[in-house]
């Protein structure tokens, strides 16, 4: 295999359209209402731990893990419970919530927690902390991020892959928070670090983004094992299997996951958040978004409550009369909305308010394949989409997983995005992925 | 502040798209082929234009037929059946009877690209199986040549252009207005032949001067000639990213190594690497018709291969063949092969650690 100095072969360079790239995080106006989905991660949802009337301080659990694959809620703002139902989720299915009112009277300020010595922990007791503050990744998956720092039996972790790569188009809430609050970020690192037992630690930046990487060398202490590493500026660069291959040289086994190698892989949001909130023993009640697009006025990178309404985020930037799609994510992969009544989740990193120019969704003609194979020298993970996409169109689904490893696609949108011919691409390989996933529950 | 205005539209990421469409990569390479075209018909004249319009029509109007018979929408807006009728027109003969080049159309578009599906589904490049056919059916007139710059030629057709349908073209009526109209320029003696076949037929092989190949003011296709022109074109579209480079290269490289061995081995009875690159339709055939996406492999070291083959192949047909051009027949074969090369160098999937055997059983 060729070697790629701090990058992966093949991806694609969108127009990064960074706009946000120099606006610094500013905070929301609390809204006066939030909808806390008890299902904003991959894993069990929560279980409520409120009732109708109750009243809830800033910050207290309103809903608790079930089991170890998921994890708690806690109420962004001080106020009382209006009703434990349902809500729009971003999928657009009615999902369990929490409905919280705020208090014009209570503390805002105040926020519930027990702060303790981290120093005196064991892993498995800071593990078990980090599932108390709910944390989960925070570049989009939403997979608690205590799940991964518990590794299965006979994998252990020797070293972390810090992504701040943010490669998808328009998000800056990863770069702005490497800028602002880089030491927090750093104590995130070294305590993931010593929860896994991991050795060294690399922050992954790409090199469009000068002021990250200065700034977070320079928040790095005096031997400490952890550097940085300037990558090449190329979507998608912080995928998981990408990042290994970029820092590592290394590829992360198919069907796998990073601990196979010996590699764990963290969101330098969820460091933050981990950082900030650990040694406070608090939960994660807000994060930091990017919110931008040409339907909006005043784009820019907000600290938003959980749970916040879309609608009342877009009231507070102003959205245009041209917007016509909402973003949750980027524009590579992330999932449009269908409605401004769902709520901010923890897996939202971005949105983006699209107008018609903007789009290039795809909307219109689609031609046949003229076998350019534009999209086979974008895969980053050398599959054949072309000849994917053919077989899906003939519903082949099983041999697609089988004979053409479509399981180890991950949905980047590389195909798609460089497809002439206008095929949705992605969109046949997540059919093909759920067909098969129902056969084999059939089964 | 009407938010609800209009619905949001919901859609399957990713929600940003490259620009560029295949009506527009068809387009462009037409664009690209109308230089070639324009000097086809400053070479071979009035008739060179009609044949060139000739098939671009035929190749249109069958696709467009075919559309009609199969019951859906007309594809001929895509450009690509555009492109088809140029490549035809520009690889024939400027004498090739309208009758024969109008069946070469209706062959090739229908045969190749419409009954296997249109755009996309076509595993041989559709202008070659054209001309490929018409090689086989009328092999005299297919290699009849007129010379370049013909005095005359705006203003009078060639006698074989327009023979009536499903006769025989009279090739003696060609060669008598051609020696007629050159002793009106002062000139005498001709010889009917191409660089290529003066090569290979002549009792000593004759060798055309590079330079007159390169600027094309040679015999031979009507837009095979111009090699400096076919390459300026083929650039214009690779770095329109419209083209697969590696191709022509590949293609360029297996010919000149090859046909360099030869020559090294006997530097009198074979030609210069050189002039087998810039002889017949090698140089046109590399940029505008091995390129053709559909029927060339698809990955990157798979097109290397596909077009090393094609220019050994090319050199091996006109050194030991009974033709003296091998372009057609190589790219032809190389386009049989083609999805074989494409499994064969399909590369390791990420993650994955032993490759799969390469041909399914």
Not at chain 1, 261 to 276: E, P
Request: proline share 8%; with cysteine; glycine share 8%.
């Amino acid at each position: 295999m060729k070697s790629y100095v701090n990058s992966f072969p093949h991806g694609v360079h969108p127009p990064d359209c960074k706009y946000t790239a120099d606006a610094v995080i500013e905070t929301l106006p609390l809204p006066p209402e939030v909808t806390i989905l008890l299902s904003q991660h991959i894993g069990a949802p929560a279980k409520a731990l409120v009732a109708k009337k109750s009243k809830v301080m800033r910050g207290e659990p309103i809903a608790e893990a079930v089991g170890f694959v998921s994890v708690p809620m806690h109420a962004p703002i001080a106020g009382t419970v209006t009703a434990v139902d349902y809500a729009l989720n971003p999928r657009g299915e009615m999902a369990q919530a929490i409905k919280i009112k705020i208090d014009p009277d209570a503390d805002q300020e105040e926020i519930y927690g027990t702060p303790r010595d981290l120093a005196s922990l064991t892993p498995d007791e800071l593990i078990r902390a980090v599932q108390e503050t709910g944390t989960v990744g925070l570049g989009g998956a939403a997979f608690p991020t205590h799940v991964k720092m518990k590794p299965p039996a006979g994998k252990s972790v020797d070293t972390l892959i810090v992504n701040g790569c943010e490669c998808e188009p328009y998000l800056t809430t990863d770069f702005r928070i490497m800028v602002e609050e880089s030491d927090k970020i750093i104590t995130g690192i070294q305590l993931v670090m010593e929860a896994m037992g991991a050795k060294e630690a690399f922050i992954a930046i790409e090199n469009n983004k000068p002021e990250a990487l200065e700034s977070m060398a320079k928040a790095i202490p005096a031997g400490a094992p952890i550097s940085v590493r300037s990558l090449m500026t190329k979507y998608p660069q912080g995928a998981e299997k990408m990042l290994s291959r970029a820092v590592l040289h290394k590829d992360v086994p198919s069907g796998g996951l990073p601990s196979d190698i010996g590699v764990g892989c963290f969101n330098v949001a969820t460091l933050l958040q981990l950082g900030q909130l650990l040694p406070k023993g608090q939960g994660l009640i807000e994060r930091v978004i990017t919110v931008s697009g040409g339907g909006v006025e005043r784009p820019g990178n907000y600290r938003i409550p959980l749970g916040t309404p879309i609608r009342y985020i877009m009231e507070q930037v102003g959205i245009r009369p041209e917007a016509r799609k909402i973003i949750s994510g980027g524009p590579m992969m992330g999932m449009s909305l269908s409605s401004q009544d769902i709520p901010l989740t923890k897996g939202m990193s971005g949105l983006l308010v699209l107008t018609e120019e903007e789009m290039r969704d795809g909307g219109g003609t689609v031609y046949p394949c003229i076998k350019c194979a534009r999209c086979v020298d974008a895969c980053p993970i050398f599959l054949n989409p072309s000849l994917l996409g053919l077989l899906a169109r003939k519903a082949r689904y099983e041999e697609m997983a089988e004979e053409h490893h479509l399981n180890d696609c991950f949905e980047c949108g590389c195909c798609t995005y460089v497809c002439p011919s206008n095929i949705p691409l992605v969109q046949y390989f997540r059919i093909a992925k759920a067909m098969n996933r129902e056969r084999e529950a059939a089964k | 502040m009407s938010t609800e205005a209009r619905p949001l539209i919901i859609g399957s990421s990713p929600h940003i798209r490259v620009k560029q469409s295949v009506p527009d990569i068809m387009f462009h390479v037409a664009l690209a082929l109308l230089p070639v075209a324009a000097f086809a018909v400053w070479s071979f004249g009035l008739s060179a234009l009609l044949l060139l319009l000739t098939t671009t029509a035929a190749c249109v109007a069958t696709e467009h037929t075919a559309c009609l018979i199969a019951r859906r929408s007309t594809t001929i807006r895509d450009w690509s059946v555009v492109v088809t009728g140029l490549i035809l027109g520009l690889t024939l003969p400027p004498s090739t009877p309208l009758w024969m080049a109008v069946l070469g159309s209706i062959f090739g578009v229908s045969v190749t690209k419409s009954l296997f599906g249109g755009l996309g589904y076509n595993c041989f490049n559709p202008a070659l199986v054209g001309r490929a056919f018409l090689q086989i059916a009328f092999p005299i007139p297919l290699t009849t040549w007129t010379p370049p710059d013909l005095p005359g030629r705006f203003s009078s057709l060639l006698p074989t252009t327009l023979t009536f349908p499903f006769l025989r073209a009279d090739t003696a009526a060609l060669a008598d207005y051609i020696r007629t109209a050159l002793a009106s320029g002062g000139v005498d003696g001709w010889s009917g032949a191409t660089p290529l076949s003066m090569w290979k037929f002549a009792e000593v092989p004759q060798f055309e001067s590079l330079p007159r190949l390169f600027l094309g003011s040679i015999a031979g296709s009507t837009g095979e000639t111009a090699t400096w022109l076919i390459i300026l074109c083929g650039l214009y579209l690779i770095a329109r990213n419209m083209m697969n480079w590696r191709i022509p290269a590949g293609m360029l490289l297996g010919a000149f190594l090859l046909s360099g061995a030869f020559w090294l081995s006997d530097k009198t009875h074979y030609p210069s690497p050189m002039f087998m690159l810039f002889s017949g339709g090698l140089m046109f055939g590399a940029l505008f018709m091995a390129s053709d996406m559909v029927a060339s492999p698809m990955t990157s070291a798979g097109v290397w291969i596909y077009g090393f083959f094609i220019g050994m192949v090319t050199v091996i047909i006109r050194i030991f063949g009974a033709l003296p051009e091998g372009v057609m027949f190589a790219i032809l074969l190389g386009n049989a092969v083609s999805p074989l090369i494409t499994s064969a160098t399909q590369p390791r999937t990420y993650g994955l650690v032993r490759q799969k055997r390469w041909i399914k059983q």
